[in-house]
């Protein structure tokens, strides 16, 4: 059993398959600028703490203390 395929039938899926593509791509669209705003705002909120560096100098400055006397 054969069917004809008419170019036009074959346009017809590809313009649907177009369209649909579109519609999920633009239907994401503002889910996606939704979790970029989130984003930018948790760098906001966690700027603080990645800023604030631990002095790892102190703990060393006790144990030489420690070991060899004051300084």
């Keep these: ?4 395929v008419t170019a036009r039938t074959v346009w017809r899926y590809l313009e649907r398959g177009f369209l649909l593509y579109g519609a999920g791509v633009g239907g994401l669209m503002p889910c996606y600028e939704e979790w970029l705003r989130r984003a930018r705002d948790e760098e906001r909120a966690d700027a603080p ?8 100098s102190v703990p060393y ?4 203390d420690a070991a060899h006397g004051p300084r």
């Excluded at 703490?49 to 790892?56: G, P, S």
């Design 1 to 4: 059993m054969s069917k004809r």
């Design 61 to 64: 400055r006790w144990y030489d």
């Design 49 to 56: 703490e990645r800023d604030a560096h631990w002095d790892w």
